[in-house]
């Protein structure tokens, strides 16, 4: 059984940095797919950044993000630790959310898409002062 924990939230003031940490245990994915969501209240959930991996057939990893962190927010990925990041810059508060992250073995065609991952975590808040 996958579990995936979060951890590094918390409050922040704008223009600051923080960094999130995504530990999946009770499986090594050697190829995959782990992202970041965010949803902030009476919102729906939006897709953050993710990063995809293989094994053999590539090297290095592809990441995405979307216009709103683009420039701001980085994705990387500890592959020894099995854990994946999100270091947040220039934080603003719209950036106010709580943050999940997810996997997948799958090494996703569309990664944005949050219906697809297999596994989650339970979230952290994070809340952006002005």
């Known amino acids: 059984q996958v579990q995936l924990v979060e951890s590094g939230g918390g409050l922040v003031q704008a223009g600051g940095s923080l960094r999130l940490s995504c530990a999946a245990s009770?499986?090594?994915?050697?190829?995959?797919?782990m992202g970041w969501f965010r949803q902030a209240s009476g919102k729906e959930r939006e897709f953050v950044a993710a990063?995809?991996?293989?094994?053999?057939?590539?090297?290095?990893?592809?990441?995405n993000y979307s216009d709103s962190v683009k420039g701001r927010f980085i994705i990387p990925r500890d592959n020894a630790k099995n854990t994946v990041y999100l270091q947040m810059n220039a934080v603003k508060p719209e950036d106010t959310a709580v943050y999940c992250c997810?996997?997948?073995?799958?090494?996703?065609?569309?990664?944005?898409?949050?219906?697809?991952?297999?596994?989650w975590g339970q979230g952290t808040q994070v809340t952006v002062s002005s």
């Open positions: 997810a996997a997948d073995s799958v090494i996703k065609v569309t990664p944005s898409d949050y219906s697809t991952y297999d596994y």
């Open positions: 990063v995809r991996w293989s094994g053999g057939h590539w090297s290095g990893d592809i990441t």
């Open positions: 009770g499986r090594t994915f050697s190829s995959g797919t």
